[in-house]
């Protein structure tokens, strides 16, 4: 199973299934807590999830063309998850919308200063036949993490604590251990670094280009899945029941991350994407339309396939499309890409929602994702490997 799996990409999966726990210990209730006891309302939480993303999204571009400039990558990647793990459980010291919009604020700061550099070490760490699988076991191991957050959640809620700030002081431990794990085990990999630093070289052309087009639109339509959360409560998911939900809904991305990315070794990426672009129009459209709880829990299996076909596809993909030696900086704009949509579409749909309500803003969402995977087929043209 671990065929094609390096040391490196072995290591990376256990931080980030680390960071994960960690994260997921806090996120699924973040909507609840800003809603009942910070006194937040929808837009303002899309707001919040629409900055904090967008501006991982421009970091994750400056330290992608950096990474491929510098010796170390693992440098990039300690320093993002350091930051990160400090960062984030003080959202148990808040006590305004403010405070936690500026926690989330300096918690994707981390997140921007490590993604493209560790997405790059990971293919100068894989050979080219075995990239999805190398990324889908990275997001499995990403999800496993997410998995296992909401249910160290639950059992405290239910048997230990009642308060949530408890909890997420708490989500500090694992994330320090990530820390520590890549001090003491990552290690650099042979590569010529890249030497041109001129603005027109570093601007995506061609095939590239097109590519991030495309992903760029899709986005557009991909709002914060705190939207979904809250959609939750609202067919009468209970709070505590939010993190099982939520273990569920990473349950299925963990279980289909290897398989699907493998799948793209051996059948091409491009339509592995297409499918799960059409997957996740269809998810959207059910949660527009679902009335009971039952209905929400299956949308959330589906919605959480097309995160099992998509995601290690689609870096996979941008390794094959993009040159060697501008792999960070490939990587840079594929998460600015991806990124900056957030803020946009986080906005976009909780505007859409509060004045033409949720019918319209998840219609909105799966009609740009239908139009993005029509021209994925027609614009992008698949390279050879090598």
């Not at 604590?161 to 890549?182: C, Q």
């Amino acid at each position: 199973m671990l065929k094609g799996i390096s040391g490196n990409v072995l290591i990376l999966g256990v931080v980030s299934f680390l960071t994960d726990v960690s994260s997921e210990m806090i996120y699924p209730l973040l909507p609840f807590f800003l809603t009942t006891v910070i006194g937040a309302g929808p837009a303002f939480l899309g707001l919040i999830e629409g900055v904090a993303e967008s501006t991982a999204a421009f970091l994750k571009l400056a330290s992608g063309i950096f990474s491929d400039r510098v010796r170390s990558r693992k440098g990039l990647v300690l320093a993002g998850y350091t930051l990160s793990s400090l960062a984030r459980p003080l959202v148990a010291a808040a006590t305004s919308a403010g405070a936690v919009l500026a926690i989330r604020f300096a918690d994707r700061v981390g997140k921007g200063i490590r993604t493209s550099p560790r997405d790059a070490l990971i293919a100068d760490s894989t050979d080219a036949a075995f990239r999805g699988k190398a990324y889908g076991f990275h997001r499995a191991m990403d999800h496993a993490g997410a998995l296992v957050g909401p249910l160290i959640a639950t059992v405290l809620l239910a048997w230990f604590v009642k308060d949530l700030r408890t909890v997420f002081w708490l989500a500090a431990i694992p994330g320090l251990l990530a820390v520590v794990l890549i001090i003491v085990k990552v290690r650099e990999t042979a590569r010529t670094r890249s030497s041109d630093g001129s603005f027109l070289r570093l601007v995506p052309r061609g095939e590239l280009r097109r590519y991030l087009l495309v992903l760029f639109l899709f986005t557009l339509g991909n709002s914060s899945d705190a939207f979904l959360l809250l959609r939750a409560g609202e067919l009468g998911v209970a709070p505590a029941r939010i993190p099982l939900l939520w273990a569920f809904f990473h349950f299925v991305k963990m279980a289909g991350s290897i398989p699907f990315g493998a799948l793209s070794d051996r059948i091409g990426r491009r339509g592995v994407i297409v499918v799960g672009w059409g997957i996740y129009a269809l998810s959207y459209g059910g949660f527009a339309l679902a009335e009971t709880e039952t209905a929400c829990w299956l949308l959330f299996a589906l919605y959480g396939l097309f995160y099992a076909m998509t995601e290690g596809a689609e870096k996979a993909l941008l390794a094959d499309i993009a040159p060697v030696q501008e792999r960070g900086g490939a990587f840079g704009w594929y998460n600015f890409a991806v990124g900056a949509g957030a803020l946009p579409a986080s906005i976009l749909f909780g505007v859409v929602w509060e004045k033409a309500g949720r019918e319209a803003a998840f219609g909105l969402g799966a009609m740009l994702a239908a139009l993005a995977a029509v021209l994925l087929l027609s614009l992008v043209r698949v390279p050879e490997r090598e």
